[in-house]
């Protein structure tokens, strides 16, 4: 249990669906983060949040759509998603962002392993 | 070419083995994560290191900055140990993004 959830933990969608991930934090942290993880490949940013802002939005396309409503909280929002899309998307927060201070590490969540048919 | 190598990329070994796995890196960084992740999906942080060598339990990681270079090591391995350990590097650019290995698959039978 790191202190991150992380619901569903699986999804099926076709490609006309909308569906959202969610992530919570219970750590007190400042900064979250989306990361997607298909297979044999890196885990590759998406998406960070520091403060409730956004401050990186990595070449992610517009059919995945972040919202830090709080800095426990965040969503993604997915609509119209390709086969491609497919893999398992994690979430991780960090006391502030990562390079500030020396020993800063990331909590990562169990993901949300999704299919899109 | 990634710019964090690992090796091997999957390895089985037999109980009480004792384990290296390797992780070369080809930019200046501020530190290091070793990273261990189930079949489940969910990744753990194992050590975070910038210099030396840090041991915890049968576990032992070790960087060579100058060699750009880290090693983690298990030592007398069980089959709960099977899983992806991930080398993860923070590039010394200021910068939050970490770059990923693409992990190594560890079996351990019993």
């Known amino acids: 249990e790191t202190g991150v959830t992380q619901t569903p933990r699986h999804l099926v969608m076709g490609m006309t669906n909308k569906k959202s991930l969610k992530c919570e934090q219970h750590?007190?942290?400042?900064?979250m983060y989306w990361y997607k993880q298909s297979a044999k490949k890196p885990l590759e940013l998406m998406f960070v949040?520091?403060?409730?802002?956004?401050?990186e939005n990595n070449s992610v396309p517009s059919r995945f759509s972040p919202e830090c409503p709080n800095s426990s909280h965040l969503f993604l929002h997915l609509h119209t998603l390709q086969p491609e899309d497919s893999a398992l998307y994690l979430c991780?927060?960090?006391?502030?962002?990562?390079?500030?201070?020396?020993?800063?590490?990331?909590?990562f969540g169990p993901g949300t392993r999704l299919l899109v048919l | 070419k990634n710019e964090v190598e690992q090796s091997p990329q999957n390895l089985t070994a037999q109980e009480g083995e004792f384990i290296t796995i390797n992780c070369s890196y080809s930019v200046g960084i501020s530190a290091l994560h070793w990273l261990q992740q189930h079949p489940g999906g969910g990744i753990v942080s194992l050590f975070m290191?910038?210099?030396g060598k840090k041991k915890h339990g049968r576990l032992i990681a070790t960087i060579n900055i100058q060699e750009k270079h880290s090693s983690l090591h298990i030592t007398a391995s069980h089959p709960r140990d099977s899983a992806v350990y991930i080398c993860a590097v923070l590039p010394t650019s200021g910068t939050y993004k970490y770059i990923f290995g693409t992990g190594t698959r560890l079996k351990v039978l019993a």
């Open positions: 750590l007190g942290h400042n900064a």
């Open positions: 991780a927060s960090s006391q502030d962002l990562l390079g500030r201070e020396v020993g800063e590490t990331q909590y």
């Open positions: 949040y520091s403060l409730e802002e956004r401050v």
């Open positions: 290191l910038s210099s």
